[in-house]
C-alpha cells in the first residue's frame, strides 16, 4: 500500500524519542530519556489567575477566529523583552505566534526550501528539526558540533562548494549535546555567511535557563538580515500551551504568514492571552530563576555522579544551561547496546543514533536532567554506570 | 529578492478574505463577507465552568507536552457521536485531532500529495482547502457543482483519463455555495470512484447545521476504505480553540500521525479537555439547535430580502443549511465590479474569483448570513440590490 503516500511523507524519521516513551511508562524504570520540563515547577496557579482574569476582560473575543499572525499585545512583549534582555530591536509585527517553535520549522521549510536544496544541520542536531525539515526533502549537510560550536573548517568548505539554503542552529544549550557556541564560534560563522544567500535559524527554546557561564550575542544582533529567530513559552511558562515564535526579516515576515493560514489559519488565541497575562501578572524572572536554580542543581548532581559511577573513558559535555548533556562511550561501544542493556537495568536515555541525518552506529547518548530530582539522578546514574561497565565486558 | 523563496510559497493565493476584513472594520459597512459564527451564541458561561473544571479535575498534566494523537477521552467522544447520529463504527484510535480541520488539510497534502499529482477541487471550492494544497504543488482538476453535487460527467472523465490522487469535497452546505450534494449524486460518486486509488476528503464542518431538508448518507458510510472525514468544533462550540480532528483509515492515520509530530508535535490539550468538560457537562444537541434556529432565520430572512431587493434575472442557491449562499449575476457583469460598487454602498461580500483555481473574472459571489441579525440583513441586502443595479446601468 506505501505507493499511495508522497515521497515526502517516506523521508520523515519516526520519533525514536516516540517509542521509548513506552519503555518509561514503568515506573520502576528511571528516565533521562525525556525531553520535558519540570512539571512540577509550572506556574499553575499563576496560569489559573490569569485564566480568569482572561475571561472578565475579553469576553466572547476570545472565542472568535482571529488574525493569523496572533495577538499584537503579546507581540509586543516578546519585542521589548527581547530589548530589556539582549538588547535587540525587534519590531513587534515582524514576530508570528506559531504552535510552539517546532510549528516555526515547518513553516520556514514550506516558505524557503525547494526539493534538494542544502539544509546545513548540526550532528549531533535535533531530531524535530530533522522531522519537520525533512517533509521538504532538502538535502542535509550535517556540520559537526563540538563543545565551541560547530565545525569552522567544514562550514567554510560547506560555504565555498555548495548552495545552503539554510543553517539550522540551536546556539545555547544544544539539543542533543547541551553545548553552548562560544562568541568567537559566533563571530566566524557569521563571517562565513553574512552576504550570502543563506539564511541562519537561531532555535533558542533554552537560552534563558543559563546556570553557569556568561549569555552569548544572538545571530540576530550580529546578522539580523539574514537571522530567523525562533522562541517558545515552552520551557520557560508551559509546554502544553503550544505558544511559540517567528522573528524574521520583513519580506520573510510575509511569506511564513501566508504559509501560517494555509497550514491552520491561526494560533489559538485564549492560550496567547492566557500566557500574556500571566506574563503581565507576575514576575516571570523570579519563575525562571527558580527553573534554573532546579535545573542547574540537576546538572552539577549528575555530572557529579558521572564521575562518581561511570567508567573515567566514558566523557560528557558539561552544560551551562538548558535540559540535556551529552555522553560518549569509548572505543567500539555502541549507545544503542547500552540502551537494551540499561533496560533491563531499569534506566533509560536516548542513544545517539536518531540524532544524525547519516544513519551511524553512534557511540554516544544523551541524559536529560530537567525532569528527574537529584536523589533519582544518582540512583538513574549509578544503574546507567553498571550497565556501561556490563557493556564493557 | 523573491528567488530566495520555495516555489512551492510562490502557489499560494494570498486569502481575499484576509484583504476584505481590512474593509470591514469600518462599523458602518455591513459585512456579508465573513465566514465567522455567530459570536453572540458562543456558550461562553459553560465553557468558563469547563474550564474551571478542568483545573479542578487535572492539575499539572495539562501544562505539559502531550501525545499528538491527541485526547483519547475527546476522541471516544467524537467517536460515539458518530455512532449516535450518524450510525458510523468509527475507531477512536484512528482520530487525529488537529488545528482545526484546516490543519486536516495540510497533513492530507503532506501525507498523499507529489508535485504533480491530481487533486479534484470543486468548482467553485473552498478557499482555505486551495491554499492548503497549493504549498504541495498538486494539479488542480477543477469540477462544477450546481445545486445538487458535483457534475458527474465531469468526474468520469477525470476518473477515466487522468490519475487524481484527492477528491475534495465539502458535501454539505459547501463553501462557498452552499449546496448540499443529493443522495443521489453522493451514490454515484461512490459508484465512479470504489476501487480507485483516489481519497475522498469529506470535509463536513457545516454539517450539524442543517436548518431544512433531511440529513444525507455521508461518504465515511458509503465508502469508508476510501474517504477521509473531517470535522472541527469550531461551528458547533468555538472557533477560537482550533480544535478539529481527521478520521482516516488506519495506514492513512499513521502516516498523518507522523505529518502531525513533525509539523507542530500536538495540538493544545488545555483547549482539547475544556471542549471535551464543555460536552460532557451540557447538553450540545440543544446548544446546536439554537445555533441553528438562527442561522435558518437569518438565512430564510436573506433569501426573501433577496427575492424583493434585487432584479429578478440575479439567481442564488437556496441552502437547508451552513452560513452561506451564493448568487450569481446576469450577463456579463462580474462579482468584483459589483465589489466595488457595493463598498460605496457601505455593503461587502466576497467575489467569486478566489474560489476558483483556474482565475476566472466570476459573475457569483458568496453571501454569509451567519453573524448578521435579520434587520441588518435587510439593510444589507437592500444596499446590494441597490449597487447590483448601479452596475446594471
Known amino acids: 500500500m506505501n505507493t499511495i503516500f508522497s515521497d515526502r511523507i517516506a523521508d520523515v524519521p519516526r520519533s525514536f524519542i516516540r517509542e521509548i516513551l513506552k519503555v518509561s511508562l514503568d515506573r520502576s524504570v528511571i ?16 496560569i489559573k489567575r490569569a485564566t480568569s482574569r482572561v475571561f472578565e476582560l475579553y469576553g466572547n473575543d476570545i472565542f472568535q477566529y482571529s488574525n493569523s499572525e496572533g495577538d499584537l499585545k503579546l507581540r509586543q512583549y516578546i519585542a521589548n523583552r527581547y ?11 515582524h514576530i508570528l505566534i506559531t504552535n510552539g517553535a517546532q510549528q516555526g520549522l515547518d513553516l520556514i521549510g514550506k516558505t524557503l526550501v ?5 539544509v546545513i544541520i548540526e550532528e549531533p542536531g535535533y531530531l524535530g528539526a530533522i522531522q519537520a525539515f525533512s517533509i521538504f ?4 549537510l550535517p556540520l559537526a558540533v563540538s563543545e565551541d560550536g560547530v565545525d569552522l573548517a567544514g562550514l567554510k568548505a560547506i560555504a565555498a562548494s555548495e548552495k545552503a539554503k539554510l543553517m539550522y542552529t540551536v546556539p545555547n544549550f544544544q539539543n542533543p549535546s547541551g553545548i553552548t557556541y562560544s562568541e568567537q564560534n559566533r563571530r566566524e560563522i557569521v563571517d562565513i555567511l553574512a552576504g550570502k544567500n543563506t539564511f541562519l535559524i537561531e532555535d533558542d527554546p533554552y537560552g534563558e535557563l543559563r546556570f553557569a557561564g556568561t549569555p552569548k550575542t544572538p545571530f540576530a544582533a550580529l546578522m539580523p538580515a539574514q537571522t530567523i529567530l525562533l522562541g517558545s513559552f515552552s520551557k520557560i511558562v508551559v509546554p502544553g500551551f503550544r505558544v511559540g515564535w517567528i522573528v524574521a526579516p520583513e519580506h520573510i515576515f510575509n511569506k511564513l504568514l501566508v504559509a501560517k493560514q494555509a497550514s491552520d489559519l491561526h494560533t489559538c488565541h485564549f492560550t496567547q492571552y492566557i500566557i500574556h497575562q500571566y506574563l503581565l501578572d507576575n514576575d516571570i524572572d523570579a519563575h525562571i530563576a527558580k527553573i534554573v536554580a532546579a535545573y542547574g542543581g540537576q546538572c ?4 557529579a555522579c558521572i564521575d562518581r559511577y561511570f567508567p573515567a573513558d566514558v566523557s ?16 567500539t561501544m555502541t549507545s544503542l547496546d547500552l540502551f537494551n542493556l ?6 533509560i536515555f536516548v ?11 553512534s557511540p554516544a547518548f544523551r541524559l536529560n536532567f530537567s525532569c528527574v530530582d537529584e536523589t533519582t539522578i544518582e540512583t538513574g546514574i549509578e544503574r546507567l554506570g553498571k550497565a556501561i561497565r556490563l557493556l564493557a565486558k
Chains 1, 2 share one sequence.
Open 137 to 140: 526533502r532538502p538535502r542535509f
Open 114 to 118: 525547494n526539493e534538494g536544496e542544502g
Open 300 to 303: 552539577r548532581r549528575m555530572l
Open 342 to 347: 540499561a533496560v533491563k537495568e531499569k534506566v
Open 83 to 93: 530589548k530589556e534582555k539582549k538588547g535587540l530591536e525587534i519590531n513587534p509585527e
Open 31 to 46: 528516565s533521562f530519556a525525556g525531553g520535558l520540563p519540570n512539571r512540577d515547577l509550572f506556574p499553575a496557579e499563576e
Open 351 to 361: 542513544p545517539g543514533d536518531p540524532f544524525y541525518t547519516t544513519g551511524i552506529k
Open 316 to 331: 560528557s559535555t558539561r552544560p551551562e544551561g538548558g535540559m540535556f548533556l551529552w555522553g560518549r562511550l569509548p572505543g
